[in-house]
């Protein structure tokens, strides 16, 4: 299974210039990646290269279905702060 782009995506376009066999491609409301495509780096780089630039948590999953850059994991707060947050309108 291949990476995928979800809705949380913002169409920064930062992932395309570093997909090493081009999966990904411009869409609305946002982002592809073409599973026939897709790699997952390996062979290229230790690490999904969409999922080390994106600047968006939640936004790619991985072969798994898992979050690729989960709540927490780019701005470095807590889940539990980030739910109480939320909970609060703030956010």
Do not use: W
């Not at 949380?8 to 990646?33: Q, T, W, Y």
């Not at 080390?52 to 939640?58: A, D, F, G, L, N």
């Amino acid at each position: 299974m291949a990476y995928e782009i979800t809705a949380a995506c913002v169409n920064c376009f930062a992932c395309m210039d570093v997909c090493p066999s081009g999966a990904i491609r411009e869409a609305k409301p946002h982002f592809l990646i073409d599973a026939a495509k897709c790699t997952h780096c390996e062979g290229d780089f230790a690490d999904p290269q969409c999922a080390s630039i994106c600047p968006v948590e939640m936004a790619i999953l991985n072969e798994f279905g898992e979050a690729a850059n989960p709540l927490g994991s780019l701005t470095g707060i807590p889940v539990a702060r980030l739910q109480a947050l939320a909970a609060a309108g703030i956010i």
